[in-house]
């Protein structure tokens, strides 16, 4: 099975504090994405890597940057947090044509 | 470029009833369509993957179809259980990128 897992579940940050996500997957998968999650909006993507040290903008990349040394992680950075950043953040992988989800990190700005 | 909705927003059913969930796309140019399951505070959970030139898949009491003329995927359930509620979200390749774009899914109840 494939496993997907991200650092924390819930974290909780002041505003212009520097914040890092990770993600580790276990499948050697080339891509890896990170989305965040906000109700009425659905699920939007912020950065997607298709190699180590290759990376390529989403949807919203605006506050966020994006770090792929090894193959198996992917670090989401937000370089000052703000409130506007408080979300559910999901990291997922894709293998062959599958895209597989960690459980989410809920952070909260404040 | 691909915009895919999912109607209804959510849906209440009672316990063993069979159901439908939809999803339509604007783009019939689709290399595959992929449904997930979302529990409350949690990630996506992959229930199966459709490949274009496919009709059907099937997984235990799931079955997605894949009508690419008219733009529409369904996910049947059947004999619907209580551990069945969640909300259920398809996504489809952006073109031929990697990108997925997501329905905003269905909340499903199913009531005891």
């Known amino acids: 099975d494939v496993k997907v897992t991200q650092s924390s579940r819930y974290l909780v940050k002041r505003t212009g504090e520097k914040v890092f996500l990770e993600c580790v997957q276990d499948?050697?998968?080339?891509?890896m994405f990170w989305y965040r999650q906000d109700p009425g909006l659905g699920l939007r993507l912020i950065y997607f890597?298709?190699?180590?040290?290759?990376?390529e903008k989403g949807d919203i990349p605006e506050g966020y940057s994006v770090s792929r040394e090894k193959k198996e992680r992917f670090s989401l950075i937000l370089e000052s947090a703000s409130t506007n950043q408080t979300s559910m953040y999901l990291c997922?992988?894709?293998?062959?044509?599958?895209?597989?989800f960690g459980p989410g990190t809920r952070l909260t700005v404040t | 470029k691909q915009e895919v909705t999912q109607i209804p927003a959510a849906l209440s059913v009672p316990e063993g009833e069979n159901l439908v969930l939809n999803c339509s796309f604007t783009?019939?140019?689709?290399?595959?369509l992929q449904w997930f399951r979302q529990d409350p505070g949690k990630g996506l959970t992959s229930l199966l993957l459709?490949?274009?030139?496919?009709r059907e898949q099937t997984s235990g009491r799931l079955n997605a179809s894949l009508d690419k003329s008219s733009g529409r995927s369904t996910l049947y359930i059947a004999a619907s259980q209580p551990g069945d509620s969640a909300t259920y979200l398809c996504?489809?390749?952006?073109?031929?990128?990697?990108?997925?774009?997501f329905g905003k899914g269905t909340k499903l109840t199913v009531n005891p």
């Open positions: 996504a489809i390749p952006q073109g031929g990128s990697e990108k997925l774009v």
């Open positions: 459709i490949q274009s030139s496919q």
């Open positions: 890597s298709y190699d180590v040290k290759m990376k």
């Open positions: 997922a992988s894709r293998g062959v044509f599958e895209q597989y």
């Open positions: 783009d019939s140019a689709i290399y595959n």
């Open positions: 499948m050697d998968h080339e891509n």
